[in-house]
């Protein structure tokens, strides 16, 4: 049993050693004191992601967003 565990660790440990990784964060105006956006991240070779933030296009009025409201289209 313990060399079925030092297999399988070994076979995950190769998966995972060419992965790449990279995070992102975005804080909304609601949750800023003074109303700001904060958009950071990074990722594991920085110098060739970037971040391009576009203003958001006119929606009609009627338009409902599906968040937000008290019943969700999702569960959870």
Do not use: F, Q
Request: charged residues 15%; hydrophobic residues 40%; contains cysteine.
């Amino acid at each position: 049993m313990h060399a079925y565990k030092l297999i399988c660790g070994l076979v995950c440990w190769l998966i995972a050693l060419p992965a790449w990784s990279s995070y992102a964060i975005y804080i909304g105006k609601n949750l800023t004191a003074d109303g700001s956006v904060m958009i950071g991240g990074s990722g594991d070779e920085v110098s060739s992601h970037w971040l391009e933030v576009v203003p958001l296009p006119p929606t009609p009025r009627k338009r409902r967003s599906p968040w937000g409201h008290r019943r969700g289209l999702y569960a959870g």
